[in-house]
């Protein structure tokens, strides 16, 4: 990596020049770095209290890839599959009710939670010695 200098952010304080193992940095107004001497340390942006010494890379990456469209179709027909998908779920959240903040299994009307049923809102089944006399 190459670092440059944001002149507008510098304030000419000098300590990236104290630090510079190569002495690729100069002082003037601002710092100014030689990019043929600096080696990529980074121990001059470490130091620097204003964030002006920014990281350059070494390569402009080429941003316009093209890209064949055979693949550009794959990746196309991959997207629309998982929208499908989510929207089938969605769907079926909506109609069924049971997706999402269902009673599951056990829940809702009927026995309750436990083996033997009762509690609020479910009735047992179950025959004891009262149920039988009265059916």
Same mark, same amino acid.
């Given at each position: 990596? #190459?670092?440059?200098? #944001?002149?507008?952010?510098?304030?000419? %304080?000098?300590?990236?020049? #104290?630090?510079?193992?190569?002495?690729?940095? +100069?002082?003037?107004?601002? *710092?100014? @770095?030689?990019?043929?001497?600096?080696?990529?340390?980074?121990? %001059?942006?470490?130091?620097?209290?204003?964030?002006? @010494?920014?990281?350059?890379?070494?390569? @402009?990456? !080429?941003?316009?890839? =093209?890209?064949?469209?055979? @693949? *550009?179709?794959?990746?196309? +027909? *991959?997207?629309? =599959?998982?929208?499908? *998908?989510?929207?089938?779920?969605?769907? #079926?959240?909506?109609? +069924?009710? !049971? $997706?999402?903040?269902?009673?599951?299994?056990?829940?809702? $009307?009927?026995?309750? /939670?436990?083996?033997?049923? /009762?509690?609020?809102?479910? /009735?047992?089944?179950?025959?004891?010695?009262?149920?039988?006399?009265?059916?």
């Amino acid at each position: 990596m #190459n670092y440059n200098i #944001n002149e507008s952010l510098c304030t000419g %304080c000098g300590l990236c020049v #104290n630090v510079c193992p190569v002495g690729a940095i +100069t002082l003037s107004d601002t *710092a100014h @770095i030689d990019i043929d001497r600096c080696t990529g340390c980074g121990v %001059c942006a470490n130091v620097c209290k204003k964030g002006a @010494i920014i990281e350059v890379p070494d390569e @402009i990456v !080429q941003e316009n890839v =093209s890209v064949p469209a055979s @693949i *550009a179709s794959g990746v196309a +027909t *991959a997207i629309g =599959s998982v929208r499908n *998908a989510i929207n089938r779920y969605t769907n #079926n959240d909506r109609t +069924t009710g !049971q $997706r999402r903040g269902g009673m599951g299994r056990g829940g809702g $009307r009927g026995r309750g /939670g436990g083996r033997g049923g /009762g509690g609020r809102g479910g /009735g047992s089944r179950r025959m004891n010695k009262r149920n039988k006399k009265k059916r």
